[in-house]
């Protein structure tokens, strides 16, 4: 499950600008003396901001049931980093403002499936090759010596144990943990709240909508969410392959964030998020949709069970009910938008993308065997 934004808990920036405000206008009152025959309409104007500046935290604390926890609960919680520091600006047009994420999400879907496409062409063409270094390196082991305690033969022996799926989220779940250590560097902190949140209200809008997908503060976050990744991985990519699930977890990371941004957009609750949850949302109502007798159980009461479609009507209800009623502990909204993407996609988007993949695999095929012309000169 993904963390809900940090300014629906209390990291609105209405305050901040009203605090920075107010240290402005005092300075100008104090410092900077008006010409005589402007001072009477340059007072003016700046009492009324101070005034204004007054009333402003009144108001925004009381909309604070609206949009997240107060900033004293925003303080003592451990699962977000320090934010306090940071002003978000959201845009006086936000249809504009989701124009760009929108152009993001399709041409990063078509390039992560074009890309998909690619690799499974060339990881066909490369497997029997391997096969026949495999034949000869077992070969070789055969009539070498072996080495007792070889550290090297060890891991590949836990490697190879491993199934395909369980193989493919290594590097997914490395790339999480990597990421989480990054954000235990307090020089980097900044950083990782611009690239590794997503947030519409922020400057930087497109990379993160992938980085955040990749992005865990919480340690139990995290682990909860690569625990369900790990437990699902070698039934979505029985189901998928690897390469196709792999464009689609990319993708389902980038679409479920953009959905976010919509309902951000939409309700005009701004802030961060991050987390693989809607990535994640997206494998397990693939499986679900594809193996609804399946039996599932929750990770701390494992002695209750219960159907996949089962599991997946309850998700889709709970996520519904907390983007509508404006829950504020999850993104229900990237839940909600990576659980319909991943039924989507194995009820009709196989068909639609991936078994339409030919004519670029084509391409592709003939820019690899294409040889230079004999000769080297032109028709």
Known sequence: MAWRGWA???????????LQVGGHICEEVTTVPAPPRLF????????????????????????????????????RS??????EETVLEPSPY????????????VGFTGCAFGSAAIWQYESLKSRVQSYFDGVKADWLDSIRPQKKGDLRKEINKWWNNLSDGQRTVTGIITANVLVFCLWRVPSLQRTMIRYFTSNPASKVLCAP???????????????????????FSSSIVNILGQEQFMAVYLSAGVISNFVSYVCKVATGRYGPSLGASGAIMTVLAAVCTKV????????????????????????????TAG????WKFFDHAAHLGGALFGIWYVTY???????NREPLVKLWHEMRTQGPRKGGGSE
């Not at 629906?8 to 009203?18: I, T």
């Not at 936000?94 to 999400?105: A, D, E, M």
């Not at 609804?292 to 209800?317: Q, V």
């Not at 988007?349 to 078994?355: D, F, V």
């Open 8 to 18: 629906h808990r209390g990291w609105g920036c209405g305050q901040a600008w009203a």
């Open 40 to 75: 009477g309409r340059r007072f003016n104007f700046f009492i009324q901001q101070k005034c204004g500046f007054r009333k402003a935290p009144r108001k925004i604390e009381s909309r604070r049931s609206d949009t997240g926890l107060s900033g004293g609960a925003h303080k």
């Open 78 to 83: 451990a699962l977000i980093p320090p934010v």
């Open 94 to 105: 936000p249809i504009r403002t989701l124009l760009k994420p929108f152009v993001f999400t």
């Open 209 to 231: 909508m992938l980085l955040s997908s990749f992005s865990h503060f919480s340690l139990l976050h995290m682990a909860a969410n690569m625990y369900v990744l790990w437990s």
């Open 292 to 319: 609804p007798d399946g039996r599932l159980a929750i990770i701390f009461l494992p002695m209750l069970t219960f159907t996949a479609g089962s599991a997946l009507k309850a998700i889709i209800a709970l996520d």
């Open 323 to 326: 983007m509508i009623l404006g």
């Open 349 to 355: 988007g196989h068909e639609l993308i991936w078994k």
